[in-house]
C-alpha cells in the first residue's frame, strides 16, 4: 500500500527535513503534497523525493490525504489540524498546539508506541528536548522506576528556525571581523555566548521549555510522579540538542546496568570512554538518526543515582525523524 502525504509548512527547518527523511526512510508514498504560504507557492524544490511544486496552503488540499504532517506554529496547527483530521487524514503535528490535551496522544514510538493507536485522528510529535531525553532514559526507567530528574540542555539555534542559524553566523563573523553583532532571534547575542532562556517565563520562574519537559515527560511515561527539574539553555551550536541528565531510581542499578540496558536498546548509540573523544557531541551527532549517549556514571550526590550525557540531532530525532516514525508505527500496524 503507497500513501498519500502532505506536509504543512513544507519550507521551514522541520519541514525541510521532513522531505529527507521520508525519502532517506522510503516510506510508501503514493503522492506528496508540499503547503506552504501563498509567497512560497508555485516555488520548485530539488528534493529527495524529486522535483516539487511548492502549494499555497488551503484546507480544501487536505481531501483524500492518508498523513497530513504539520510543521507550522501552534496557532496555525490549533486551527487548521482538525480540518485535516475531519477529512480523514491523521495528522501529525509537531507544535505544541494538542501535545497535552487528553484526548491527544503525545508518542516517542522507542517509549510509548502503543499511545500511537488511541489517536482520534490527531497525534503529537513532543518538544525535541524531551524526545531525546524520553529516549535515553526509558531503558533504565524499564529496569527500575526512575523517581527524578534533573536536566540540563544545550539548545542548538536551528531549533529557533533558519532565521536563527544565519544570526549565528552572521554575529560570529562580525566578532571576528570586530564588527558589532545584530541581535534580533534571542534576548542577548548568542555567538560566543550562553542563553539560559528558551520560549516564555511561567509564574514559577521556569520557561515554558522547560515545563514542556516535565509535562510532557509525564504523559509520554504515564507517570505523573515522576519529579522533573529543567534548565533548558540556547549555545552557539547549529544542529543537535545536547542534555546533562541527573537521575534517581526506586532501586540501585549502577552504571554497568545502565549502560548494558543503553547498548541494548534500540534506536541508542552509546559513545562512553573515558579518554579523550570518549562522548558523543553535536558536531558528529548531526544528520544522523539515533540517539547518542555517554559520560555514564553513578551520581555520587545521592543513592542510586546515575548521571549521563545524551545528544540528538534535534531537527531528526526530535522532529522530522520522529513525526515518520509514528506514521511508519501507523503503517506497520504494530503495537
Ligand atoms: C527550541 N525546542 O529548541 C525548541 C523548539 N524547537 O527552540
Not at 536551528?158 to 553566523?169: C, D, K, V
Not at 563573523?173 to 541581535?183: C, F, G, T
Request: charge should be negative; proline fraction near 4%.
Amino acid at each position: 500500500t503507497r500513501y498519500n502525504v502532505t506536509i504543512v509548512g513544507a519550507t521551514g527547518a522541520v519541514g525541510q527535513e521532513l522531505i529527507r527523511i521520508l525519502a532517506l526512510r522510503e516510506f510508501p508514498i503514493k503522492k506528496i503534497t508540499l503547503l506552504a504560504s501563498k509567497r512560497s507557492a508555485g516555488k520548485k524544490v530539488e528534493s529527495a523525493l524529486g522535483e516539487l511544486t511548492i502549494e499555497a496552503f488551503s484546507i480544501d488540499k487536505f481531501e483524500n490525504q492518508d498523513f497530513v504532517f504539520f510543521a507550522t506554529n501552534g496557532d496555525h496547527a490549533k486551527e487548521f489540524a482538525p480540518h485535516a483530521a475531519a477529512k480523514g487524514a491523521v495528522v501529525i503535528d509537531n507544535s505544541s498546539a494538542f501535545r497535552l490535551d487528553e484526548d491527544v496522544p503525545l508518542v516517542v514510538p522507542e517509549v510509548n508506541p502503543k499511545a500511537a493507536f488511541q489517536h482520534q485522528g490527531i497525534i503529537a510529535n513532543p518538544n525535541c528536548s524531551t524526545i531525546q531525553m524520553v529516549v535515553a532514559l526509558n531503558p533504565i526507567h524499564q529496569y527500575s522506576r526512575i523517581k527524578r530528574i534533573v536536566v540540563s540542555t544545550y539548545q542548538a539555534v536551528s531549533g529557533a528556525g533558519q532565521e536563527a542559524i544565519t544570526e549565528l553566523m552572521t554575529q560570529l563573523k562580525a566578532v571576528i571581523n570586530n564588527e558589532p553583532a545584530q541581535v534580533e532571534q534571542f534576548t542577548k547575542q548568542i555567538a560566543l555566548n550562553v542563553i539560559p532562556h528558551i520560549d516564555v517565563f511561567q509564574e514559577n520562574g521556569y520557561t515554558k521549555e522547560e515545563m514542556k519537559m516535565v509535562k510532557e515527560s509525564w504523559k509520554i511515561f504515564d507517570d505523573p510522579d515522576i519529579k522533573i527539574s529543567a534548565n533548558c539553555v540556547r549555545v552557539p551550536v547549529i544542529r543537535a540538542h545536547s542534555e546533562a541528565i541527573n537521575i534517581e531510581t526506586d532501586s540501585y542499578v549502577g552504571e554497568a546496568k545502565a549502560r548494558a540496558l543503553l547498548e541494548a536498546a534500540q534506536d541508542i548509540t552509546v559513545i562512553d570512554e573515558r579518554e579523550n573523544g570518549g562522548y558523543p557531541t553535536p558536531l558528529e551527532v548531526s544528520e544522523k538518526m539515533d540517539t547518542y549517549v555517554g559520560r555514564i556514571r553513578e551520581d555520587i550526590s545521592c543513592e542510586n543515582g546515575l548521571a549521563l550525557w545524551c545528544v540528538a540531532d534535534q531537527l531528526w530525532k526530535g522532529a522530522a525523524l520522529n513525526a515518520v516514525q509514528i506514521a511508519e508505527l501507523l503503517v506497520r500496524g504494530e503495537q
